[in-house]
């Protein structure tokens, strides 16, 4: 499967536990978006990565969420001491291009279901 | 604040009929849009996108159209399929393809094919 792929896809945790979050783009592509979706929302923008860079972190709450593109293998989404409004659908999407790309598709995995007890 | 706006939750709409989907931005800096199509437990696949300088876009079955004095853009589906059954989102981006930033997107809109 050349797609995005996302694990877990279901994740359940208990508050003040950490949430790690998986994203492997597709192959080629070089750049990573983490999206966030809550009940009756839309998707929000959470954060750009390239590979060992966070371009744009603009959507990131400040506190408990990191994430991370390493040079070897995929990207992560942290989430620590999660608490109850994080129960949540988290994309991944990639792209094989950047600034000043002039399709601005991006590719979605099916997404990581966190659900926070 | 929303900048991208999708104003129905749901449509319903008979099978052969045609299926429109509406999007109102805010940001007049938008100049790239974009329809992904969700179904559920599934990530959105990307249907359809129109550049700023176009005011239409066609792709068989699908056509997007794009009023930007009105900052409004919709999604025409004709004939609607009950394969078509999903949420619609639509989203935006700033800059030549906004590729880089990110996509803002709105809300979404179910559309239910009836048979």
């Known amino acids: 499967n050349a797609g995005v792929m996302q694990n877990p896809r279901h994740l359940v945790r208990r508050r003040g536990q950490e949430a790690r979050l998986r994203c492997s783009p597709m192959?080629?592509?070089?750049?990573v978006y983490w999206y966030r979706q809550l009940p009756e929302e839309g998707l929000k923008f959470m954060v750009y990565?390239?590979?060992?860079?966070?371009?744009?972190e603009s959507g990131m709450p400040k506190e408990r969420f990191s994430a991370e593109f390493p040079k070897e293998g995929p990207s992560i989404l942290r989430i620590q001491q999660v608490v109850r409004g994080d129960s949540a659908a988290y994309f991944c999407?990639?792209?094989?291009?950047?600034?000043?790309?002039?399709?601005?598709?991006?590719?979605f995995g099916e997404g990581s279901r966190l659900t926070v007890l | 604040d929303q900048q991208v706006k999708q104003n129905s939750p749901s449509l319903s709409v008979q099978e052969g009929r045609i299926s429109i989907l509406n999007c109102d931005y805010t940001?007049?800096?938008?100049?790239?849009f974009l329809w992904y199509k969700k179904y559920p437990a599934e990530g959105p696949t990307f249907l359809i996108s129109i550049s700023s300088i176009k005011d239409k876009n066609e792709d068989g079955r699908f056509t997007v159209f794009l009023n930007k004095s009105a900052k409004h853009l919709s999604l025409h589906i004709v004939p609607s399929q009950p394969g078509d059954s999903a949420v619609y989102f639509c989203?935006?981006?700033?800059?030549?393809?906004?590729?880089?930033?990110?996509?803002?997107f709105g809300k979404g809109t179910h559309l239910i094919i009836q048979p």
């Open positions: 990565l390239q590979k060992e860079n966070i371009i744009d």
């Open positions: 999407a990639s792209s094989p291009y950047g600034t000043g790309d002039t399709t601005g598709e991006l590719f």
């Open positions: 192959k080629g592509h070089s750049h």
């Open positions: 989203a935006a981006s700033e800059g030549s393809g906004g590729g880089a930033d990110g996509l803002t």
């Open positions: 940001n007049s800096m938008f100049d790239y």
